[in-house]
């Protein structure tokens, strides 16, 4: 074998495998959610989490079943389901995937990877209590006649100490305001629905009005 034949064997060795992951040192982590959809007496819902009390990172805060995804799942979709079953108990072959939502870059951290999918009808919800403080469910009805409030937050960077200013053209010292994006807020009796849940809700609602469903359609016939 030639020198350059060894060479080229002993760089393929390096990639065990050809999944393509995050580059863990900018601090950004892969996480799938699941929105879920029920059929009920008051036609399509989206079911909401609100997380428990007691956890460390946004306890209160109205979710969506999801979490970091682990080496162990074949796949971003199981991720989302997985989650589902650890926190709602409804078993993965239970839930039918419509499909995935566009994902995004969730600022704090996290790659946002979400999916549509239907939760069965009349299975009891089985809850996680050290994640999930309690449910609730939204009438698709009411979200798609809801015109949410969007605000804008800045993002921006700094240099810290021993930065090399001199080598990073266009860099200048203090705050560079590097862009903006849209944050939703979805007001809903006395909860409002915002953040990343709100952004994955939005995301959703439009694709349903984009496919010309209306808030009359999306409710059940009495």
């Known amino acids: 074998m030639s020198q350059e034949l060894e060479q080229r064997r002993q760089l393929a060795g390096l990639w065990k495998d050809q999944r393509q992951r995050v580059d863990r040192s900018l601090r950004l982590w892969e996480s799938a959610v699941l929105l879920p959809l029920r059929w009920t007496k008051h036609g399509w819902e989206i079911l909401f989490e609100v997380r428990a009390a007691n956890m460390s990172w946004q306890p209160g805060d109205i979710c969506f079943p999801g979490g970091h995804r682990e080496e162990t799942d074949p796949s971003l979709c199981a991720t989302a389901l997985r989650e589902t079953w650890e926190e709602l108990g409804i078993p993965e072959k239970e839930i039918q ?126």
Do not use: C
Request: proline content about 9%; cysteine-free; charged content about 20%.
């Open 97 to 222: 995937i419509l499909g995935p939502l566009d994902y995004f870059y969730g600022y704090s951290g996290p790659l946002i990877y979400p999916f549509a999918g239907i939760l069965p009808a009349r299975m009891p919800l089985q809850l996680d209590r050290e994640e999930v403080g309690e449910v609730f469910s939204v009438p698709l009805k009411d979200l798609l006649a809801i015109h949410p409030v969007v605000g804008k937050l800045s993002l921006a960077s700094r240099q810290e100490p021993g930065f090399p200013a001199q080598w990073a053209y266009g860099f200048q010292e203090g705050w560079n305001i590097r862009g903006s994006y849209e944050v939703f807020f979805y007001p809903w009796k006395n909860r409002i629905i915002w953040g990343i849940t709100a952004r994955v809700l939005h995301q959703f609602l439009e694709r349903v009005r984009q496919e010309g469903l209306s808030p009359k359609e999306a409710e059940r016939d009495r």
